[in-house]
């Protein structure tokens, strides 16, 4: 599951400034451990790639994975560091920061941490393997987890580039940066139809009461696009899986405007005007995707969670 969206705004609106048609190395994280599914839903099992043992970590958090002294034949889920606040539970979304080894001798072949860029994962839909759809159940946000995982909940007979092979037994070990429930997708705009405007407005629906955002970091977001002349939905991303959007410059300046002040857990509504052509959003609209021209565009938000961004 690709963080790049595929309905006609992602791209221009959202990602404008972080996304391309390349992998990204957030895709490639998610990745390792994701069963990705095509048109026809089948799934099949992205190619890990692994990284340079050479290579020096430049992430001072990243953690040293100490292999199990016996290869596991069943799940082993090793509490490294309590966490707090509610457990996760299938559906919930669990933001984390993952390094991944081969149980048998330690080689690394993926970590996120060296990337700096935490990624999101959907429990229970078998997006991940059995071993982390099963063993991320029951964490709880700043909790670090072992997970020693057997090759029947990993990937079993069918190996993953040069460093998995066949019947490979995997450790990881995952700190969890947040545990966010699935909450509910928004049917309508909660604002007022809007034709006409010249200027990006704001509308909380829903305070939130967590962190406030601030520049730099990387927000993880839940959104609807609505038409605003008839409420009409264009496109959601609340199936998928999340990435996070960093906060700076770059990004789509009147949905940085949109977003400032915003607190995690707090849903907002964001008019946008139809003028900012440079994005793919201008006053032709896209009639195919189904913006006629001239139409105001509202956002539905909801901030899930936020992590520091890094120059790493």
Not at 30 to 43: C, K, L, M, R
Not at 207 to 226: C, I, Y
Not at 236 to 262: A, H, K, R
């Amino acid at each position: 599951m690709r963080r790049t969206l595929p309905v006609f705004l992602a791209a221009t609106l959202l990602f404008a400034a972080c996304s391309s048609d390349d992998t990204t190395n957030a895709d490639t994280a998610t990745d390792q451990t994701t069963v990705d599914t095509d048109a026809d839903d089948t799934a099949t099992s992205e190619t890990p790639v692994g990284t340079d043992p050479a290579a020096p970590a430049t992430n001072p958090d990243k953690p040293t994975v100490e292999s199990p002294d016996e290869s596991p034949t069943e799940l082993q889920v090793t509490v490294l560091q309590e966490g707090s606040g509610p457990a996760s539970e299938a559906g919930d979304t669990v933001i984390v920061d993952d390094v991944g080894v081969r149980s048998r001798d330690g080689v690394e072949f993926d970590n996120s941490y060296d990337r700096f860029e935490p990624f999101a994962v959907v429990l229970g839909q078998g997006r991940v393997i059995a071993g982390w759809d099963e063993g991320l159940v029951g964490a709880q946000a700043g909790s670090r987890i072992q997970l020693d995982i057997p090759s029947d909940l990993a990937y079993g007979e069918q190996s993953q580039g040069d460093i998995i092979g066949e019947n490979e037994v995997l450790t990881f070990v995952i700190d969890v940066r947040a545990v966010v429930p699935p909450g509910e997708e928004p049917t309508e705009p909660g604002v007022e139809s809007s034709e006409g405007a010249t200027g990006v407005t704001i509308t909380d629906l829903r305070p939130g009461d967590g962190d406030e955002l601030q520049p730099d970091q990387s927000a993880f977001l839940r959104f609807v696009l609505f038409r605003g002349d008839n409420g009409v939905a264009l496109q959601s991303n609340w199936q998928d899986q999340l990435g996070p959007i960093p906060v700076t410059d770059e990004l789509f300046p009147p949905l940085l405007e949109g977003l400032e002040g915003m607190r995690v857990g707090g849903r907002r509504a964001i008019v946008f005007p139809p003028a900012y052509p440079e994005f793919g959003f201008g006053p032709e609209g896209n009639p195919q995707g189904g913006l006629p021209a001239g139409t105001d565009l509202v956002m539905v938000v909801d901030l899930v969670a936020i992590v520091e961004e890094s120059d790493g």
